[in-house]
């Protein structure tokens, strides 16, 4: 099994995966107002490299859904503790972030709020004006989303410290490093901790592979956990199975 893979980014896969999530969970929210509950939202990022999936996840609540802080919690699982670590840090290396600003995966004001500056106040062209990556070295996460964040050391072949009642997974770009019994015994945990109108994001190279002249090839052995416990929502989203849960 390969652990060495810990490819991530700043809102990987924007905007594409996180449009959808927004458009998906804007819906959900409303859904939830009008009949009266009152809102809540646990997440999860379920191989989490050095946190910037999770980070990315709490600055999208906040940012984009309008949750305040405390209306919700996103937990992140991986399996080597170092990237743990590093995720209990909050912290990433200014380069890392410039590189999803030159990527546009996230606006400027966005990101100066995310990753405040210290101890000077963030300025949103403070970030853009360093192309040398001299100053600052690195940022952090601001506090008030640092606190709504736990990680753990964990394999999700054999699933522990999931949270319930999730609203939005995203096991993104974690599959194809699983056993082909733990792929099905995480999508089946997944599906029985997340809410029945939750969301589940993968990532692009989850089940599929692209060859050498631009042909995708589905990996149906990568795929067939979650075909079965999730339906496909968009092309990176996807919703538990109403048939899978009235089987169980
Ligand atoms: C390619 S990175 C993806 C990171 C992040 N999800 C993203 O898409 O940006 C894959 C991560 O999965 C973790 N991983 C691999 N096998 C795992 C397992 N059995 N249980 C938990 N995490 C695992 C690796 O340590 C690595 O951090």
């Given at each position: 099994?390969?652990h060495?893979d810990?490819?991530?980014?700043?809102?990987?896969?924007?905007?594409?995966?996180?449009?959808?999530?927004?458009?998906?969970?804007?819906?959900?929210?409303?859904?939830?107002?009008?009949?009266?509950?009152?809102?809540?939202?646990?997440?999860?990022?379920a191989?989490?490299?050095?946190?910037?999936?999770?980070?990315?996840?709490a600055?999208?609540l906040?940012?984009?859904?309008?949750?305040?802080?405390?209306?919700?919690?996103?937990?992140?699982i991986?399996?080597?503790?170092?990237?743990?670590?590093?995720?209990r840090?909050?912290?990433v290396?200014?380069?890392d972030?410039?590189?999803?600003?030159?990527?546009?995966?996230?606006?400027?004001?966005?990101?100066?709020?995310?990753?405040?500056?210290?101890?000077?106040?963030?300025?949103?062209?403070?970030?853009?004006?360093?192309?040398?990556?001299?100053?600052?070295?690195?940022?952090?996460?601001?506090?008030r989303?640092?606190?709504?964040?736990k990680?753990?050391?964990?394999?999700?072949?054999?699933?522990?410290h999931?949270?319930d009642d999730?609203?939005?997974?995203?096991?993104a770009n974690?599959?194809?490093h699983?056993?082909?019994?733990?792929?099905y015994?995480?999508?089946?945990?997944?599906?029985?901790?997340?809410?029945?109108?939750?969301?589940?994001?993968?990532?692009?190279?989850?089940?599929?592979?692209?060859?050498?002249?631009?042909?995708?090839?589905?990996?149906?052995?990568?795929?067939?956990?979650?075909?079965?416990?999730?339906?496909?929502?968009?092309?990176?989203?996807?919703?538990?199975?109403?048939?899978?849960?009235?089987?169980a």
């Amino acid at each position: 099994m390969n652990h060495t893979d810990a490819t991530t980014a700043i809102f990987r896969a924007a905007p594409t995966a996180w449009d959808e999530l927004d458009d998906a969970l804007d819906r959900t929210i409303a859904t939830r107002q009008a009949a009266g509950e009152d809102i809540y939202v646990n997440a999860l990022s379920a191989g989490c490299s050095r946190g910037y999936e999770a980070y990315s996840l709490a600055a999208f609540l906040h940012e984009w859904t309008r949750l305040r802080p405390e209306q919700f919690t996103v937990t992140g699982i991986d399996v080597d503790p170092a990237l743990v670590a590093r995720a209990r840090t909050g912290r990433v290396p200014a380069r890392d972030l410039r590189d999803a600003l030159r990527n546009g995966y996230v606006p400027v004001d966005v990101a100066a709020r995310t990753f405040p500056l210290e101890p000077a106040p963030a300025t949103a062209v403070s970030f853009a004006a360093d192309p040398t990556g001299t100053r600052p070295r690195s940022v952090r996460l601001a506090a008030r989303l640092r606190d709504r964040l736990k990680f753990h050391v964990g394999d999700l072949n054999h699933p522990a410290h999931m949270p319930d009642d999730l609203t939005v997974v995203f096991a993104a770009n974690v599959w194809r490093h699983l056993t082909d019994t733990g792929r099905y015994v995480l999508a089946r945990e997944l599906h029985q901790r997340m809410r029945p109108d939750g969301l589940l994001v993968i990532g692009g190279a989850d089940f599929y592979d692209a060859t050498g002249d631009g042909t995708v090839i589905e990996k149906p052995e990568w795929s067939a956990g979650i075909r079965r416990y999730f339906e496909p929502a968009g092309e990176f989203l996807y919703r538990p199975s109403p048939t899978e849960a009235a089987r169980a």
